[in-house]
């Protein structure tokens, strides 16, 4: 009557995820005696009767709890011919709600009935029902051809006196030998995702379902394409194909319901990172679900995917996430950029306090990992924020700390100050390079250094040195720089021919601290009045400096929110948190995120979203 009835006569929970199982077959071949011995250990859970008249009539259906699936037993094929048509309805209604089709058929040999079945089942089910998938496949996003929206077919055969099928050679398929059958009496069972070939030779009784249950499984486990529903849309399905063909089929294809719930079929979404699919069934995320994948990710460089746990905190029973960034929360914006330069960047819990510094020590810094925490890999699923926590935004960050500092200055009336000089160098320093609070004089003619003298690194040793001392150029590969000359030492211009160990050249980690080196360079050798200086440099190095989770600017053709084309009139900006391209309009809020410590440009959407992302 209703969709509680059908629950509670299926002694199931409302919330339980099912897939359906249906069996088929000629009268008085053992489709309920089937179904009792492959789901229910041999209970008599669909009735059965040793005489000849059929047993079933109508279509029944059993829950079972072990395998969480609904079992569809159908009345025989052959025999009565007293309302075909109502038969023929209920069989193809059956057929459309069936994740998986079990053909029962009890002969030495398969005949031409069940090739004709399949094939006339096959044929209906696509001409009810193409336009349905189709929509279907659009509204949910799923890029597969129809025919693996359709439910698979294992064929149960059991011989006495014949071999089975396949058995005469090795090297022949029994799939293949059915599908040529199929061709040869022009049917085509196009609807079905699969047609599989299970058969059994039954010397002595009782029969052997082992096998069948084998299949069965396995099938059941594949979610690539259907995932399982709740029992409430099965109902709603089998309701809405009820209603559709309450009379005599029609030959039109019209879809005023939904056949197919977008709940039959799993989710579309694919793991940006591993490329694993989502297994949970699709719309889950309106129930506020999130993915989820029955394999582990692996790591990716572009979405940094590794999340920091507090090792401290979760060995006390609490799992508390952890971000790197560049200064702590008690650190003032100054203060904390000048730490960063010499000590790297530091990881903070919100119980624990700081935890980690990347560059406490000259020499012997371990491994945040093998010390203070613990790493997941998670996977990143379109839609959702990146990852991206580490220093690989580092250049970006440098150029947007650069306008907030030009900003703060040009407010203040101030010129360029020594400190924003100093705040330029100390933010980018590579892990190779002294740091500037140990460098008291040229490390080649000693001379001290006075509170306005300059300090030049040299790009091969990382020593500081006055400018006399450095005034050559040259390019340093195996530093990372080149192929541009830049400032080196005497010592390592007359050196050139020396390379440094393979231990000394430059980690993946140091990869974002270089190219923000570079950038820095580009910008303090045209820093001579702050404000002005900005512009010109940050329009060249921009896209050098872009994080991997950011839109390309070429790629960037409209406004991510409001869908306004771009032009010289209307600029792009990229929201900090997502990476996206807006205009001025969607994007003129700003909140610290990703490792900025200072507020930022982000998207509307993105301002929306609660918490540090």
């Known amino acids: 009557r209703n969709e509680e009835d059908f629950i509670k006569k299926l002694d199931c929970s409302p919330d339980q995820h099912l897939k359906v199982v249906s069996i088929f077959g000629n009268t008085g071949d053992g489709k309920s005696h089937t179904l009792n011995h492959t789901f229910f250990y041999g209970r008599e859970v669909f009735k059965t009767s040793p005489a000849q008249e059929s047993c079933t009539v109508g279509v029944w259906a059993a829950y079972d709890p072990v395998r969480k699936v609904v079992v569809i037993d159908t009345e025989g094929l052959l025999g009565a011919t007293v309302n075909l048509s109502q038969r023929t309805r209920l069989l193809l209604k059956v057929l459309a709600i069936s994740d998986l089709v079990i053909y029962r058929t009890r002969a030495d040999r398969l005949h031409n009935d069940l090739f004709k079945f399949l094939g006339d089942a096959s044929e209906a089910y696509l001409k009810h029902f193409t336009k349905e998938l189709k929509a279907t496949t659009a509204r949910c996003g799923l890029d597969v051809p129809l025919s693996t929206l359709g439910p698979g077919v294992i064929i149960f055969h059991e011989t006495v006196y014949t071999k089975l099928l396949g058995s005469d050679h090795p090297s022949e398929v029994p799939e293949k030998l059915i599908q040529d059958r199929f061709r040869k009496l022009s049917c085509f069972p196009e609807a079905f995702s699969s047609i599989h070939y299970k058969g059994t030779r039954t ?29 409430g849309v099965i109902y709603k399905a089998l309701k809405a194909l009820s209603d559709r063909f309450s009379g005599e089929i029609p030959d039109d294809q019209m879809a005023h319901s939904s056949f197919f719930p977008d709940e039959y079929f799993t989710c579309s979404s694919v793991c940006l990172s591993c490329g694993c699919g989502c297994k949970k069934s699709m719309n889950h995320a309106k129930e506020g679900v999130p993915h989820e994948s029955k394999s582990r990710c692996r790591y990716s460089h572009q979405y940094d995917n590794r999340v920091y746990t507090c090792k401290a905190c979760y060995e006390r029973g609490m799992e508390v996430s952890v971000v790197p960034k560049t200064s702590a929360s008690t650190d003032s914006p100054w203060l904390g950029l000048a730490k960063y330069a010499w000590s790297g960047y530091v990881i903070e819990c919100p119980n624990c306090g700081v935890v980690y510094r990347s560059r406490q020590y000259w020499f012997g810094n371990q491994d945040p990992v093998n010390t203070v925490v613990r790493t997941e890999i998670e996977h990143v699923w379109p839609g959702t924020d990146g990852f991206l926590k580490d220093n690989n935004n580092a250049a970006q960050r440098l150029l947007d700390g650069m306008n907030f500092m030009a900003q703060s200055v040009s407010e203040l009336s101030l010129g360029p100050t020594k400190a924003v000089t100093s705040w330029l160098t100390d933010q980018i320093a590579p892990a190779y390079w002294r740091p500037n609070s140990q460098i008291l004089s040229c490390n080649k003619c000693n001379t001290p250094f006075k509170d306005n003298d300059t300090k030049h690194h040299c790009r091969a040793c990382g020593e500081g040195f006055c400018d006399g001392c450095s005034s050559k150029t040259r390019p340093v590969p195996e530093r990372g720089w080149g192929p541009a000359p830049v400032r080196v030492c005497d010592n390592c211009y007359e050196n050139r021919g020396i390379q440094l160990d393979v231990a000394e050249l430059p980690s993946d980690e140091e990869g974002g601290t270089l190219i923000a080196r570079k950038v820095g360079e580009a910008v303090q050798n045209t820093l001579g009045a ?62 610290a995120s990703r490792g900025w410590d200072h507020p930022v440009r982000v998207c509307f959407n993105c301002n929306k979203k609660p918490g540090d992302l």
């Not at 409001?562 to 990476?579: M, N, P, T």
Request: aromatic residues 6%; hydrophobic residues 25%; proline residues 8%.
């Open 203 to 231: 010397y002595n009784p009782p029969t052997d379902f082992s096998g069948l249950r084998r299949a069965v499984e396995q099938q059941l486990e594949n979610n690539t394409t259907r995932s399982p529903r709740q029992p």
């Open 530 to 591: 702050v404000v002005t200086a900005m512009d010109i440099p940050l329009g060249l190095v921009k896209d050098a400096a872009r994080p991997a989770y950011w839109v390309p600017d070429h790629e960037i053709l409209h406004c991510h929110n409001c869908r306004k084309e771009f032009s010289i009139k209307l600029s792009k900006h990229h929201c900090r948190a997502c990476g996206q391209g807006f205009c001025d309009e969607c994007s003129h809020d700003r909140r």
